[in-house]
C-alpha cells in the first residue's frame, strides 16, 4: 500500500477530488437502486452497489494507468482511434442496441454494452489538441488551419447528433472552446457555429418531412424543448430538492429514489441533494469546479503546447457535463440524458472519464518533473557562485 501511495504522481487535488467524488458515488448508487434492486435481483440491494463498485475500481486503475504513460504518448495513439471510433460511431447507428428511441450503444458478449460516443469525444479532444499545436505557426489560416481542425469536429458530431443531440452538442461546444483557446480566428470559429445551426435547421427539415415512425428521436427534442413529457421527472426531482433542505435527510434515507425515474444516473444530483442538503450539492458542485481551475493552473505552468490544450479540453468537457446534469436536476435545463462524471451508474462513462482525469494527471505531473529540475539547476547555480 506504501508503494501504491507512493508511485501516485501528479496534481494531489486532483486526486483528493476523485476520492470525493468516487465517495459520494458510492453512497449515492447504493441509496438509490433500492427500486432497481427489488425490480429486477430479488430485493438484493447489494447486487448493483457490488457491480458499481467493480466498475469503479476499474474506473480509478485506468486512471491510474493513464497518469503513469507520458501524455505525449496519447498523440499519436488517439489520432488513430479516432478515425477507429468514426465507423463505429456509424456502426452504433445501424446496429447499435435501442434504447428510448435511441441507437447509442453497441453490444458486446455477456450482455455488456460500450457506448462508442464516449471514445468519440474523449478521442477528438485529443486529436484537436494535435491539431491546434502543429498548426501554432498558421493557425490563422483557413485552408491549412481551420479546415482541418474543422472537419473531424463535424464528422464527430454528425454520426452522434440523430441518436444524442445532447451528446452531440456538447462535443460541438467543447470543440469551440478548444479552438477559441488555441487562437483559431474568432470569425472562423463564428463561422464553424452558423454551419451547426444551419445543418442541424436542415436536418430538422429533413426529418419532419418522414412519417412520424422514421422521425427518430425528432419528438423527444420537442417535448424536452417544450417542456411536455418530462414534467414528471422534473416534478420529482424538484420533490426530491426541497426536501433536502440546508442539511439533507442524510445517507439512504432518500424517499424520491422511489419515485423517481433513473436516481442513479441521470438525477442523481437530486438524490444527493434530498440525502445531503444543499451544502452536500454546493460542495459536489465546488468539486467538479476545483478540477477545471486545477486544469486551468496546469494549462498556465506546463511548457509545452499540447499539454496546455490537452489539459483545458479533457477538464472542461468533463466539468461541462457535470454543469449540464446538475442544470437538468434542478429544472434549469431540458432532460438530456447525461450522467454525472464519476458518480452515476455506469460502465463506459466512468471508464472514459477516469481516463480523462488520468490524462490530465500525466500532463500535471511533467509540472512537478519541470519544477524539480529547475529547482535542482538553482541548487547547483548557487553552489558555483559560493
Known amino acids: 500500500m506504501k508503494f501504491l501511495f507512493r508511485d501516485i504522481k501528479g496534481d494531489k487535488v486532483i486526486w483528493v477530488v476523485v476520492l470525493f467524488l468516487s465517495l459520494f458515488s458510492l453512497l449515492a448508487v447504493?441509496?438509490?437502486t433500492g427500486t432497481l434492486a427489488y425490480k429486477y435481483q430479488g430485493g438484493n440491494t447489494e447486487y448493483y452497489m457490488l457491480k458499481h463498485f467493480i466498475i469503479l475500481f476499474l474506473g480509478l486503475l485506468f486512471m491510474y494507468l493513464a497518469h503513469k504513460i507520458k501524455y505525449i504518448y496519447y498523440s499519436p495513439i488517439f489520432q488513430v482511434a479516432l478515425w477507429i471510433s468514426i465507423p463505429l460511431l456509424f456502426l452504433t447507428l445501424v446496429f447499435g442496441l435501442n434504447l428510448n428511441d435511441a441507437k447509442r450503444v453497441l453490444p458486446l458478449p455477456f450482455n455488456l454494452t460500450f457506448q462508442t460516443s464516449d471514445l468519440a469525444k474523449l478521442t477528438l479532444i485529443i486529436y484537436l489538441a494535435y491539431l491546434l499545436t502543429k498548426k501554432q505557426d498558421y493557425i490563422k489560416d483557413f485552408k491549412s488551419a481551420f479546415v482541418p481542425i474543422m472537419l473531424p469536429v463535424l464528422l464527430v458530431v454528425f454520426f452522434i447528433l440523430p441518436a444524442n443531440f445532447s451528446t452531440a452538442a456538447m462535443i460541438f461546444a467543447t470543440s469551440l472552446v478548444l479552438m477559441y483557446v488555441g487562437r483559431v480566428n474568432l470569425k472562423y470559429i463564428f463561422s464553424l457555429i452558423g454551419i451547426g445551426v444551419f445543418a442541424f435547421a436542415i436536418f430538422i427539415l429533413v426529418l419532419m418531412q418522414l412519417p412520424a415512425d422514421?422521425?427518430?428521436?425528432?419528438?423527444?427534442?420537442?417535448?424536452?424543448?417544450?417542456?411536455?413529457?418530462?414534467?414528471?421527472?422534473?416534478?420529482?426531482?424538484?420533490?426530491?430538492?426541497?426536501?433536502?433542505?440546508?442539511?439533507?435527510?442524510?445517507?439512504?434515507?432518500?424517499?424520491?429514489?422511489?419515485?423517481?425515474?433513473h436516481p442513479y444516473s441521470d438525477f442523481i444530483f437530486a438524490i444527493i441533494i434530498e440525502e445531503y442538503g444543499l451544502l452536500g450539492g454546493s460542495f459536489m458542485v465546488l468539486l467538479y469546479l476545483i478540477i477545471l481551475f486545477r486544469a486551468v493552473v496546469i494549462m498556465t505552468k506546463i511548457p509545452q503546447t499540447f499539454g496546455a490544450f490537452l489539459s483545458i479540453g479533457v477538464a472542461f468537457s468533463l466539468v461541462f457535463q457535470a454543469m449540464v446534469n446538475?442544470?437538468?436536476?434542478?429544472?434549469?435545463?431540458p432532460v438530456t440524458g447525461q450522467p454525472l462524471p464519476l458518480v452515476s451508474m455506469g460502465g463506459t462513462s466512468i471508464w472514459f472519464t477516469s481516463i480523462s482525469l488520468g490524462i490530465l494527471l500525466s500532463v500535471s505531473k511533467e509540472i512537478a518533473i519541470k519544477e524539480k529540475l529547475e529547482s535542482i539547476t538553482d541548487e547547483a547555480a548557487v553552489a558555483d557562485n559560493n
Open 326 to 333: 446538475m442544470g437538468v436536476a434542478v429544472g434549469m435545463l
Open 30 to 32: 447504493y441509496s438509490s
Open 214 to 261: 422514421k422521425q427518430g428521436r425528432l419528438g423527444t427534442w420537442k417535448n424536452r424543448i417544450s417542456g411536455e413529457g418530462d414534467n414528471f421527472q422534473i416534478e420529482q426531482a424538484e420533490i426530491a430538492i426541497a426536501g433536502g433542505g440546508i442539511f439533507g435527510k442524510m445517507p439512504g434515507n432518500s424517499t424520491q429514489r422511489n419515485f423517481l425515474p
